[in-house]
């Protein structure tokens, strides 16, 4: 970046990770890294895509999220516990979980305060580094986002999907056009999230699923994700072939999240039915 140049979002987001992963780096020099929990066939994680599949398309994945760059504040009176509380009674398939402090005010504590609903648990923050898989196997997740755009080339990609599955989590790998497509494909991703906001902007446009959705290739778990808010939305999401949706700010701004939420989860019960 030159001298004096505005930093795009995601830089940003990348240049507040720095603290964190050199933390991290001290802590794996001394042998002081997080004890990832110990797993087992008998003890596994909750499975994150299998519970998706389970619950049908258009499954919701419920985020907690306290503020973003886009909104501000967008509320910080509801608890980790009262959240999942809230979610787990309306239907949500998994959690999605912000983490990243500095843009959202999130905490990694969070994840244990929501484990005892239940539901797999997405790590959603600006992950870069193996040694972020390493902290996040130490919570009780079940997967981490990967923002293809955060890399440089598949190779990398590749050592965090590596990680990924060396402690038993699963890789959500989000995507903004069809060259991050590529490039996740490339590095083995299995599950594709796409992101329907312009972080530079900071507005959403689902025509990025709408365009990106003739990708979809078998196999592949596919998320949408940002700008979603109406039952139309899922269901048009569903018949364009996107297994689940990821929504956030238009649960957590809800004087009555739980009423809201469930207009969408029964979206697809209604599918199902049918």
Known sequence: MSPGSKASMLERFRDAQAGSIALLRRQAEEGQLPTPWNYSEINARPGFSQ??????????????????????????????????????????????????????????????????????????DFLLDPLQVVETAA???????VIIRLFAGAAQVREMLDACRQYGLEAVCEVFDEADLDLAR????????????DLDRLTTDLGVSRRLA??????????????????GQLAEMADRGYDAVLIGTSLMSQADPGAALKKL?????TRKAK
């Open 186 to 197: 490339e590095a083995g991703a299995s599950i594709i999230q796409v992101n329907n906001r």
């Open 51 to 124: 519970a998706l599949r389970r619950a049908g398309s258009p499954a919701v994945i419920a985020e907690y999220k306290r503020a973003s760059p886009s909104r501000g504040v967008i509320n910080l009176d509801r608890t980790p516990a009262d959240v999942a509380r809230i979610y787990a009674d309306n239907g949500a398939a998994c959690f999605s979980v912000l983490t990243e402090r500095a843009h959202f005010q999130g905490d990694l504590r969070f994840l244990a305060d929501m484990a005892f609903a239940g539901r797999p648990m997405l790590r959603k």
């Open 139 to 145: 919570t009780p997740a079940s997967a981490l986002l």
């Open 265 to 269: 989860t029964d979206v697809a019960k």
């Open 214 to 231: 003739p990708h979809k290739q078998d196999k592949e778990l596919w998320i949408s994700a940002s700008g979603l808010s109406e039952p």
